[in-house]
């Protein structure tokens, strides 16, 4: 049994329409909407609830985070200036972030279900719990929005759970984009260990400065306590298991977490219009079988939390598989799409240089 928990205001955040992500044009016919819409969560709700999986799920409720809660990890002043923003009617905090009336509605509902979810955890209620929630949060540093994300929910988690008297928490990002913002959050702590797989795209701008790259292994008390695996563009299922299970599972067993908190992205998926990666529903699967294993040799126990995931229909398939794997389950369903060939060998040169970059920064 897996405790799935959800807020309906995760779907007040209204990011619009135009090209893509970018500002409508009037050289388009049509617009089309924004990739981070209700749409993509609606549908991950409604397959869970419709298929096969439906029996082994209790679904619980979420709630509001605080100001308090936000400011765990935000600068105060950052937390004002989302809320001036959506006060005078929304607009766009950054080329791609589009906030709307609704938008601290979401964004402190996604967070407020995380802590719930996790409460829950730490109070014994269940060892196995998945936040489905929107917006995004992992590219949210302390005072800087970025890629659809406002706050971060699972950096907010993991320093709530620091503050419970959980001595070490691990947190492991799968979604298809660094997760720079929780990097950003704990590059001089020893306490928090931050992980991430995801494509090798670099830096992108001002907003987002970390080039994800494996000599990112954090600084002063946290250095080696900061994880990255550059994974080359068209990495299937076969690189993202062996990375897992090269370099996350060893990474978590020298940390020794009493916590693993998982960034749970479907947009490393082969047919997500957001990257450039090639995971189909198998892959999710196993991925979510090894987050399991990871929570169970390290406290007994998961909180998983929705990141990003934008092809409409195929990323609800993807978080049904993920869950699938997290509860030990054989394929429920069929993967209705998957067909690119697996590349066993392509994230190898990627894996060598983070476990060299590691290796390197323990001497």
């Given at each position: 049994?897996i ?7 995760v ?10 992500e ?9 617009d ?11 549908n ?10 439906s029996r082994h799920i209790r ?19 950052y ?11 929304g ?26 979810a996790l409460?829950a955890i ?38 709530a759970?620091r503050?419970?008297g959980?001595?070490?928490?691990a947190?492991?990002d ?16 020893a ?20 080039t ?9 008390a946290?250095?080696?306590m ?19 299970r ?8 020298e940390?020794?977490?009493?916590l ?52 409409p ?13 997290m ?7 069929a ?11 392509r ?5 060598r ?8 920064a323990?001497?």
């Amino acid at each position: 049994m897996i405790d799935v928990y959800w807020h309906d205001d995760v779907l007040e955040h209204d990011t619009g329409a135009g090209v893509f992500e970018a500002v409508a044009s009037e050289l388009m016919a049509v617009d089309e909407p924004h990739p981070e819409n209700a749409t993509r969560v609606r549908n991950m709700k409604a397959i869970l609830e419709r298929g096969p999986l439906s029996r082994h799920i209790r679904w619980r409720p979420g709630r509001h985070a605080t100001r308090a809660e936000l400011e765990l990890v935000h600068e105060p002043g950052y937390i004002d200036e989302i809320e001036r923003v959506v006060a005078a009617g929304g607009g766009r905090v950054t080329p791609t972030t589009v906030a709307s009336p609704g938008t601290l509605a979401a964004t402190t509902a996604a967070v407020g279900t995380t802590l719930a979810a996790l409460d829950a955890i730490l109070d014994g209620e269940t060892e196995l719990a998945y936040a489905l929630v929107r917006p995004p949060g992992h590219h949210a540093a302390p005072a800087q929005a970025d890629g659809y994300c406002f706050f971060n929910s699972v950096a907010i988690a993991a320093e709530a759970a620091r503050r419970r008297g959980v001595e070490r928490v691990a947190i492991v990002d799968w979604d298809v984009h660094h997760g720079n913002g929780t990097q950003a959050c704990f590059y001089d702590r020893a306490d928090v260990l931050t992980i991430s797989l995801h494509q090798a795209h670099g830096a992108w701008g001002p907003t987002h400065p970390q080039t994800g790259g494996p000599d990112e292994v954090g600084e002063g008390a946290g250095r080696g306590m900061n994880v990255n695996v550059n994974l080359p563009f068209g990495t299937g299922d076969a690189g993202y298991l062996a990375a897992a299970r090269r370099v996350v599972g060893p990474a978590l067993d020298e940390f020794g977490p009493e916590l693993v908190i998982v960034a749970a992205g479907q947009d490393p998926s082969q047919f997500d219009p957001n990257g450039r990666m090639c995971v189909t529903m198998a892959g999710f699967r196993a991925l979510g079988a090894e987050a399991r294993a990871w929570g169970r040799r390290h406290g007994g126990r998961l909180l998983a939390v929705q990141e990003g995931g934008y092809a409409p229909s195929y990323a609800a398939w993807c978080v049904h598989a993920t869950i699938e794997g997290m509860l030990g389950l054989e394929a429920q369903l069929a993967d209705p799409l998957a067909y690119l060939p697996d590349e066993p060998d392509r994230a190898e040169a990627a894996i060598r240089a983070t476990l060299d970059a590691l290796a390197g920064a323990r001497a």
